[in-house]
């Protein structure tokens, strides 16, 4: 399993500023993230940090409408209040930060955006599906962009959706929680550093192998 911060490489300061105010104890792990691209002359890289016996110091802050959700299906937004509580941190000192959680075999993944100190986008696929924007409201992952879900799953999320295109398509793909999982995370990175990700195997052994950096937390 995983769960991580990820904000782009030049706000290095602000997340460690960030994560001393949202954890305590032990420490952190800061990674350096960088995607190379044949057409990007210079890749965008990103911070990708995750506790390293760190505890959060305060409970993360929810939107009603995804605390009630979460009270009817009983399942989780994310395991732990460590990174949404960072994010909060991270984006209300000015960096717009992501938090990508992924479970063995990617049955259960969740994404979710900050802004300014909150929550503005939230996207799970579990025992039960969500969506989630102030402007919308509650809905599924995915509405409205099977093609760009087609075009990040390749291979695999096309076997799923079969030769008939117009066939029940999104209900395919949301009924398949792995691969959906998988398309919620790539898709996010490719929202984030602007260029499309590996598959999440490779995505996740690159943060395995990248530079590190330990941070201790008072």
Request: aromatic share 6%; glycine share 8%.
């Amino acid at each position: 399993m995983f769960i991580w911060v990820a904000v782009l490489a030049e706000k290095r300061d602000v997340l460690e500023k960030a994560l001393a105010r949202a954890w305590q104890g032990g420490g952190a792990v800061v990674a350096d993230l960088t995607l190379t691209s044949t057409k990007r002359r210079q890749p965008r890289a990103a911070l990708i940090a995750w506790p390293d016996g760190a505890k959060a110091r305060r409970a993360p802050r929810w939107p009603d409408v995804l605390t009630d959700w979460h009270d009817i299906y009983d399942d989780q937004l994310f395991p732990s209040p460590e990174c949404p509580v960072a994010a909060e941190e991270v984006s209300g000192l000015g960096a717009d930060a992501l938090i990508v959680h992924g479970a063995p075999g990617l049955e259960h993944a969740s994404i979710g955006w900050y802004e300014k100190g909150a929550l503005v986008e939230y996207e799970h696929v579990g025992s039960a599906t969500v969506a989630w924007t102030p402007e919308t409201g509650l809905g599924r992952p995915l509405d409205g962009s099977t093609r760009q879900a087609l075009a990040l799953g390749g291979k695999r999320l096309a076997s799923l959706v079969g030769s008939d295109d117009n066939v029940n398509i999104a209900e395919r793909i949301q009924a398949t929680s792995k691969a959906l999982g998988e398309v919620l995370i790539r898709r996010a990175f490719l929202r984030l550093l602007d260029q499309e990700p590996p598959a999440i195997d490779e995505l996740n052994g690159l943060i395995v192998n990248a530079l590190k950096k330990r941070v201790t937390l008072p």
